[in-house]
């Protein structure tokens, strides 16, 4: 390494005084430029975009408890419907304008469903849309995608008479 260094050491001795003055005051503001510009002002724009990322994670997951909230403080539906579970959340899905990726009944009163994509709202409302049909939602499990979707998967009950 001090091999490839000669050459500028003998430039910078070969400088006059001055020259040597001038040479070092102008690598003191090239390093404080590039510090300044290369790593201070893009850490600081990183930091802000993270606060800005954060505060907009929690206002997202303030509305999702305030949902899930008023799902649990509505009042229980009386069950209704007399068929098996799985068809009426398929025709509850249906007519919200969601596309089930698995509908598995378990016995006449229970089933398993998942939604692949959803918006957060229209996943919520499904919920809210079986809950007054008496289908309450035994375990639910609500997952965030990157392009602000989620997918659902509910294990499903009617409730009792």
């Keep these: ?31 404080l430029v590039i510090g300044i510009y290369g ?13 800005v990322r954060h505060r ?3 206002f997202a997951s303030t509305r999702v408890l305030a949902r899930l909230d008023a799902l649990d403080n509505a009042p229980a539906a009386a069950p209704t ?33 998942s939604v692949a994509t959803a918006a957060p709202g229209a ?10 049909q008496g289908i309450a939602a035994e375990q639910v499990t609500i997952t965030p995608a990157a392009d602000g979707s989620v997918s659902l998967s509910a294990s499903l009950r009617r409730g009792m008479p």
């Design 1 to 31: 390494m001090t091999a490839a260094l000669q050459p500028l050491r003998d430039w910078f001795a070969g400088l006059s005084g001055r020259e040597r003055w001038l040479v070092g005051i102008a690598g003191v503001l090239a390093v």
């Design 39 to 51: 790593v201070v002002l893009p850490l600081g724009a990183a930091h802000d975009a993270a606060h």
């Design 56 to 58: 907009e994670a929690v």
């Design 81 to 113: 419907g007399t068929g098996p579970v799985s068809q009426a959340v398929a025709a509850i899905a249906d007519a919200q304008g969601l596309v089930l990726q698995a509908n598995t009944a378990r016995g006449n009163d229970a089933a398993q469903i």
């Design 123 to 132: 996943a919520l409302a499904l919920l809210e849309a079986l809950a007054a």
